[in-house]
């Protein structure tokens, strides 16, 4: 039903609901039966993840999804493993709305009693890094990390490790470093979520993006010409991914006409 309450949109489904849901149901529904085994995607949780087009909820639904959960595990019986996923799901959505202090609390609060290798400090500390607006810092962060990545067998957590490492790297202008840690990261993320999984699409930008950023222009163009059809047709050509990719790609296209007129032009 979409009558009433907190009617938001958040996923890539069409038809006559065109992606809106009602979060009180989405939410009875997750307390009711949290987990759903898609082919290709393995086991998701209906606290993140659309149950009709298996999309990760985004914006406004997601953070609403995040605080509901958290209300749901730490006012319920359920496990306090739960009760701490859905205090670091809060912390990252604070995080985001730059509200730092209050992020960091969250996430320590989370994490607490935890030993220093388990994944969920090695996530708290990778968003803590991704957070900064000190790039210098997050590196040292991140680098910190480096060895106790190198052990973790969490695949999930050793893309966004290397996505944010990618990313860093890149504000920093050290390219050739970034460049290497997107592709690993379209790496894991196609042998863990699937080739066209939205997290795999996402990391498969981001590699074409430092491709044209080191030179290589008519590669990366070529990168995101196939990742935008791919886009429109397994999200849709309405989804925000897609639209970033397509405003990418037209000024990568706008880029090379213009160097190709430059050349053609007599000096």
Request: glycine share 6%; charged share 25%; net charge neutral.
């Amino acid at each position: 039903c979409l009558d009433g309450g907190d009617v938001l949109r958040g996923c890539a489904c069409r038809g006559a609901s065109a992606g809106f849901a009602h979060a009180d149901c989405l939410a009875e529904m997750a307390a009711r039966d949290e987990w759903m085994t898609i082919e290709r995607l393995g086991l998701l949780s209906r606290w993140q993840f659309c149950a009709t087009c298996h999309v990760q909820f985004t914006g406004a639904l997601q953070a609403e999804m995040a605080r509901r959960r958290s209300r749901h595990y730490r006012d319920g019986t359920d496990t306090s493993v739960e009760a701490r996923r859905s205090l670091g799901a809060v912390a990252n959505f604070v995080r985001h709305g730059h509200e730092l202090d209050v992020a960091d609390r969250l996430g320590e609060e989370a994490v607490r009693g935890l030993d220093r290798d388990h994944p969920e400090v090695l996530v708290a500390e990778i968003n803590k890094a991704a957070s900064t607006s000190n790039p210098d810092a997050a590196l040292e962060i991140l680098t910190r990390l480096g060895p106790r990545m190198a052990e973790c067998t969490v695949r999930d957590i050793r893309v966004i490790y290397a996505d944010v490492m990618a990313c860093v790297l890149a504000i920093l202008g050290r390219l050739d470093e970034a460049l290497c840690y997107a592709a690993e990261a379209v790496e894991i993320a196609t042998a863990h979520y699937g080739p066209e999984s939205e997290v795999t699409l996402r990391n498969m930008r981001q590699h074409a993006m430092l491709i044209i950023r080191v030179g290589r222009l008519d590669e990366g163009s070529a990168k995101l010409a196939r990742l935008l059809a791919t886009e429109t047709r397994v999200l849709g050509a309405d989804h925000r991914q897609t639209r970033a990719t397509k405003v990418v790609h037209c000024s990568v296209q706008s880029a090379r006409m213009l160097s190709q007129h430059a050349r053609s032009t007599p000096q």
